[in-house]
């Protein structure tokens, strides 16, 4: 295993030993008090200069444009046929992201979003994702503008659920069955990883789009 990959995941865990764990809530389970100051942290990290690294514009670049670093598929590393790390990758980068909204506002952690259904009807975005406006104020969790000059690329980021080529959220039994059937992390990680594909082809526009993924904040809720 690469040296590098075995030196982090050491600090990584050293890191979370020595701080309080903070449960993730779901997205739709948040007080009016929560989603406000999770609001308030990210747009604190949304107005910082692309270069601080403390910025979303930063992070969110991490995984796709113009950084590149996300680990999807398995790859050979320092001779070590197909290395999956797709699930580590995103646990890591996650951890990271929260730090920065904390640094803000300590009792912020990022929530997901639950998006197992049995209905075709309940296949939908969350609330706290769809309104544009909150109290007279632009929803951060709505969309983010991207903007990096020097590669001439600015645009805002867009969803289209359910109208391109994936139409239904993934069932509750479907992701059942995954969990209950594959007991070999290989497996079982492949598994998931093509469910979570279909996620992002469901909500469509920047999500379903390697590059500009990550700056969807519903990206983050997702993982």
Known sequence: MNKALILISIICYLNILSRDFKARKNINALSDEELKNLRESLQFLYELPN??????????????????????????????????????????YLYYLEKQ????????????????????????????FRERVVNNK????YEYRINFPNHNNNHTTIRNPGKGSVRNLPTTGTVSYILNTF???????????????????????????QRYAGFDFIFHAHH
């Not at 093509?194 to 920047?206: E, T």
Request: with cysteine; aromatic share 14%.
């Open 51 to 92: 270069d601080d690294r403390r910025s979303y514009a930063y992070w969110a670049g991490i995984h796709g444009y113009p950084l590149d670093k996300c680990w999807h598929a398995p790859r050979d590393v320092d001779g070590w046929p197909q290395v999956h790390l797709f699930l580590c990758w995103h646990r890591a």
């Open 101 to 128: 909204l904390q640094d803000r506002n300590k009792s912020v952690s990022i929530p997901y979003w639950d998006w197992r259904t049995n209905n075709d009807q309940t296949s939908q975005i969350p609330r706290a």
């Open 138 to 141: 632009p929803n951060p969790l």
């Open 183 to 209: 007991n070999h992390f290989e497996d079982f990680s492949e598994r998931i990883r093509n469910v979570h594909n279909l996620v992002h082809l469901w909500v469509g526009g920047d999500m379903a789009d």
